[in-house]
Each structure stands twice: as C-alpha cells, then as structure tokens.
C-alpha cells in the first residue's frame, strides 16, 4: 500500500508541475519582456522529523509586479500549505523553515514547490519530493558531474543495507550501481554514459524495494567534447566536434576553445573563417567548471614551398604570373592575403583551378625579384626562384608611308607569352604576341590625318600599359595614281592603279554612281562601269570615313 500511495503522490506532483509550466506558458504569451521570469525549486535541507529547510532560487526577474511568492508545501497528495515570503522578491536564493506541528512520518513522503506570482500570472519551480529517513544520510545539494565521471560522497553508510538501490534521473530513472569503503565513510558513483541532459539538475536517490529513503543530491550533467581527429591537417579541412551530454536547442553556457576563441557548440567549424593565427590551434572546451585543453592542437599540413613554380619566368611590369605546383586551396582557402615581389605588396588571386594562383606583378623598374607569400598561417614563404621584370624598351619602328595596308614593323625585346597592342589615335592596329622579336601588323582602315601611335600591352588591370608614345604618323588613306581604259560602256572593267587599294572597308564611285568591285590587292582594283546619271567624262573616286579620294584624270561613259 506504500508503494501505490508513493506512485499516486508522484503523480499528483508531476501533475501539478505540469499545470504549474501550462499555466506559465499561456501567461508568458502577455508578457511583452523578452526575458521571462525565472524561479528554481532547490532540495530541502537540515531535515529532521521536526524541521525541513525549503529552499529556492529566483534566478531572473523582470518589470512585473509580484503579488506573492513563496512555497507550496504537499503534506500528502491531497492536502498542501501555502507559505508566503514577507520579505521583497529579488534574485538569488530565499528559504523557509517549516516546522510542522505534527513530527514528520519514519518514510513519510512529502513534496514542495516554489511558486510566485505577478499582475500577469503564476510562475513555478520544479516540483521537489522529500522522505525523512533514520538512516543519518547527509543532503548534498547540488552537484556537477560529466558523463562517465567518478562521484565521491563522504559521510556514514553504515546504515545503508544490501537492499538499497541509488536512483539516478527524472523522469526516466536509472539504477546506479555504487561502493562503500571499508570504514563505510566513502560512498563512489559513476555517472552513467545514459543520463539525458535537459539542463535541470537530475535527482540522485536512495530507495529500498520501490520506496523513497533518501533523497542525497541533484546532479547537473556538465557537456565535454571528443578530441578532434588526430593531424596534421590542411587549412581547408574543416573541425569537426563531436559534444557529450550537450543538451538540444538549449543555450548553455558551454564553449568550445579554438586557438583563441570562445565559441558556441557546433559540430563543424572552418579555420579560415575564424579569423584565428598561426599554424597550430589549441582546442578544447569549457562546461562552466572545466577548462579542458587536449594534449594534441590543430596542426596544420605546411605548403612545400620548393614544389611551387611560376611562369613565365620573364615578365614586364604590371603583368600577370601564375604559379602552380601544389593544391594551392587546401593550403590557403582564399585567404591568400599579401604576397610581395620584392618589397612592393601586390595581389594574388583565388581564381577557379585549386592548383594554379594568378599573381600580379607590380610597376617595378627592371631587374631580380624574390617572390614572398605572408599569410595569418604561416611564416613568410620565399619561392625558390626569382622573377625576372624586364621594361619594354622599342628600338624601331617602321609604319609605311600611311596608306591603308601598309606593313608596319615593330622591333623592341618583345616577350614569347606577351600580349601587345599597337593603336593608331582611337584605332587598334595590331593585338597579339611577338613573331621573332617584331610585332608585324598593317595600317587599319581609319580616318586620314596626323595621329600618335601608342605601343604597349595590357596591364593586370586590363588597361592598356604604355611603353611608348614618341611616334606620329600622317594618314592618307589611299591614291588613284592611274586606270584603263579612260572611256568605256556600263558593264566593262577599268583597272585602278594606286595605294591603299586593297582594303575591304571602302568602295568606288564613277561621278556620283557606285561602282561593282571586281577585285582588288595591293597596288591594284578592278570595278565595273556602273549606270551613271549621265554620258560623258566622269571622275573616279573613292571613300574613306568622312573624305573622298578622286582621280586626276576623267573617265568618259559611253
């Protein structure tokens, strides 16, 4: 019959600890602070069968009024006393000394709550049961303990029987199996690997065939974390964190310790956005008690700095290098933060290759420069070979006589793997790589007149470098120096003679009618004598942009 009258008074507890958390959930719905009052029922202490110290904690309140608080105290399942502080709520611990009128019962079950209550509702702690015993067990209060740690109370055991078991748990209770030593002062525990943390202090107690002796302590599970996988490991590899006894979707004050950071629990982090220095991170966690450090840190794979090349070896200023030869990313990510190429700070890029990294050379006069990496992670890293920066420097230019098509021919030291251009004013005329040391192009199709010729290449910036601007070049365009026949019917052929004849871009006229090209190359035309507005003596001409070139001599339609 105790049996059932214990199980029918825990329910009725539960119970009430349930439609105390209802009652304050539906209020909190009115309460406009975003931080809700907070109140915690503690074990009771200094119990005898004439006293029981109720003890609570209010741990938060907010801009409420409270009306009343205090303890609601169960003498059995169907009777309760309310015992109302006379001091003001504030927080931090308050307690009541109850000292019934009647002894409390050998293996009597009580059970008591803290409660308050405001203009908005009642709040309540957790529900809290009790047993006076004869055994002379002491209370602990509150503990904290890992999963899987050894727990060692002092006090007299001698009264403990063979029968006795230690409960651990609410609502889901565990057997835990336990030692007393020889002098039966000592009483060891091993939290179990089991115990779901919810972060409310577990119950820890002594029971004897299904009933309530001894209520010895709460214990507070306090999270660890599981050492990383053991290195070295890349910069791009993520750590990976595996937490013990962490409780879910609860915010706790536990942490986990990256090189020197203090962070919230999550199960993978990357190095690269931590902001964190060095090759070598400690690692390891903080649960409110314990500062643990793991033996090994987070060590990172350093680059092989012998097997990185570049190319081309030779460059002009403001041009772009890529070097190549390890897995630049695992190495680096994107934080490829500073690289110098003698002591002038430039810029290297991720881009898309993990094995390749663009690196920009900067404005340097000629001359052997050392190439030097700087990174948060590592030492500076000099590549083994050096950088040749070698100025553009023209020697010779030849750009014809300024008719369209003529050769140009440019000389200077050139590299193999450069692009150039060369520009005519707004006109580019050549754009392309070196052919045995010259750039060979033609002069475009463009406007007549006087123009400055620019030769360079395109800088890192895609922006055209300027090597030299010292050349001028008078455009003509074209002449129409002869033809034959001088008469002839629509529909016959005159051969041109002149220069700039063979560019596609401008026709001919006879007068003012069009004129069918034939063919044309260097030097040479052939049109076809086209239906004029009239007979007789016409001049050819042809047209360039704007201009108009005309022959001396007339051509007679016939």
Not at 153 to 161: K, R, S, T, V, Y
Not at 351 to 379: A, C, H, W
Request: with cysteine.
């Amino acid at each position: 019959m105790k049996t059932l009258k214990a199980v029918k008074f825990f329910i009725v507890l539960a119970l009430c600890t349930l439609i105390g958390a209802y009652s304050c959930k539906k209020e909190e719905k009115l309460i406009h602070d975003s931080k809700p009052i907070e109140i915690k029922t503690l074990p009771v202490s200094n119990l005898s069968s004439v006293n029981a110290t109720l003890s609570a904690e209010i741990v938060h309140l907010n801009d409420e009024d409270i009306r009343e608080y205090g303890f609601i105290f169960y003498i059995n399942p169907h009777d309760s006393i309310i015992f109302r502080m006379d001091t003001k709520a504030k927080p931090g611990l308050f307690t009541f000394d109850y000292r019934p009128t009647t002894p409390f019962k050998i293996k009597g079950y009580y059970g008591y709550r803290a409660y308050l209550k405001t203009d908005h509702g009642e709040y309540s702690g957790t529900s809290m049961a009790f047993a006076l015993n004869t055994l002379g067990l002491n209370n602990y209060g509150t503990l904290q303990a890992t999963l899987g740690e050894e727990i060692v109370l002092h006090g007299d055991f001698a009264q403990i029987e063979e029968d006795h078991q230690l409960w651990l748990g609410y609502p889901i209770q565990n057997t835990v199996p336990f030692q007393i030593d020889a002098d039966q002062k000592t009483l060891t525990l091993k939290m179990p690997l089991t115990i779901q943390n919810n972060y409310n202090p577990v119950p820890l107690q002594l029971q004897q065939r299904g009933q309530l002796i001894h209520h010895f302590a709460s214990i507070m599970v306090l999270p660890t974390l599981n050492p990383p996988a053991a290195g070295p490991h890349y910069y791009s590899d993520p750590i990976r964190l595996t937490a013990v006894g962490l409780p879910e979707y609860i915010q706790t004050n536990f942490r986990v310790i990256i090189g020197d950071k203090f962070l919230p629990y999550q199960s993978t982090y990357h190095p690269y956005e931590l902001g964190i220095s060095g090759d070598a991170y400690r690692i390891g966690y903080y649960n409110g008690r314990d500062t643990v450090i793991f033996d090994q840190p987070w060590q990172l794979i350093h680059p092989d700095t012998e097997a990185i090349d570049f190319f081309p070896k030779i460059v002009h200023p403001k041009t772009v290098i890529t070097a190549g030869g390890i897995n630049f990313y695992k190495h680096y990510v994107y934080n490829f933060s500073e690289t110098t190429i003698g002591n002038i700070a430039t810029f290297a890029s991720a881009g898309d290759n993990s094995f390749e990294r663009e690196i920009y050379v900067p404005d340097l006069p000629s001359g052997q420069y050392d190439i030097t990496m700087k990174t948060p992670m590592y030492q500076p890293q000099t590549l083994k070979q050096k950088i040749t920066v070698t100025e553009l420097k023209i020697t010779d230019v030849d750009l014809g006589e300024g008719y369209f098509n003529d050769p140009i021919v440019i000389k200077g030291n050139f590299l193999p793997e450069q692009d150039y251009v060369v520009r005519i004013g707004e006109r580019e005329a050549f754009k392309g790589k070196a052919l045995d040391g010259e750039l060979r192009s033609e002069l475009p199709f463009m406007e007549l007149g006087n123009f400055t010729v620019f030769i360079g290449y395109l800088s890192q910036q895609m922006d055209m470098y300027i090597a030299n601007k010292d050349h001028t070049i008078q455009m003509k365009g074209g002449t129409i120096d002869s033809f034959y026949p001088k008469k002839g019917y629509p529909g016959d052929i005159i051969t041109i003679k002149g220069k700039g004849l063979r560019s596609s871009h401008f026709g001919f006229s006879i007068g003012t009618s069009g004129a069918n090209i034939v063919s044309r190359k260097d030097g040479e035309a052939k049109i076809m004598v086209p239906n004029t507005d009239r007979k007789g003596p016409h001049r050819l001409s042809m047209g360039a942009f704007n201009d108009w070139i005309f022959s001396d001599e007339y051509f007679e339609v016939l």
